[in-house]
């Protein structure tokens, strides 16, 4: 039973390896497909292999809640796991979806949309990175960093050189030249 489940298991692994040599790049399956990359171009296999979304794009990134992000001459957008253009390419700039929220950028400024690829908080900012438990850091024209919550205000204020996205009831900021960890009320919890 050991010998045959074992034969059963390098059988397997040669079919799988069979199709992922005709890519330069194949990534970990997510939302049920793997990204896939040749000859500069990106696009999506299911599971065995198969062609899902042709190899058209530019850069692309893998699934985060149902949609990807990909780039086609220069412009951002995203697709459903279908392949369907779910939001147009038209951003300079786009990132994963998390908590139902993307950080997308044009001309410069950032803000989000939601899956549906309606902006929800204006592109206003001047950086910005991705939603974790409820709230992103965001960039002010003076380069400071603060965060926001879901609705666009303001949480904790623009004071820090440096913000990252909250995980775990913390983040990592730079406070003047020290780096610390903040909780969401934007207390100090440690130095780095």
Known sequence: LILTLFSLWIASAAYTQAWTRQYEHVDECVCGLSLVGKDGKHGYVDKSGKLIVPLVYDEAMTFSEGMAVVMQGNKWG???ST?????PL???????????MAVVAKANKYGFINIKGEVVIPLEYDNARAF?????????NRGKWG???NKGKLVIAFKYAFADVFTDGQARVMDGTKMIYIDPSGIKIKDL
């Open 83 to 87: 392949g369907k253009v779910v939001v």
């Open 147 to 149: 965060y926001i919550d």
């Open 132 to 140: 974790g438990e409820g709230l992103a850091p965001v960039m002010n």
């Open 90 to 100: 038209q951003y300079g700039e786009a990132m994963s979806f998390h908590d139902g």
């Open 78 to 80: 995203y697709i459903d």
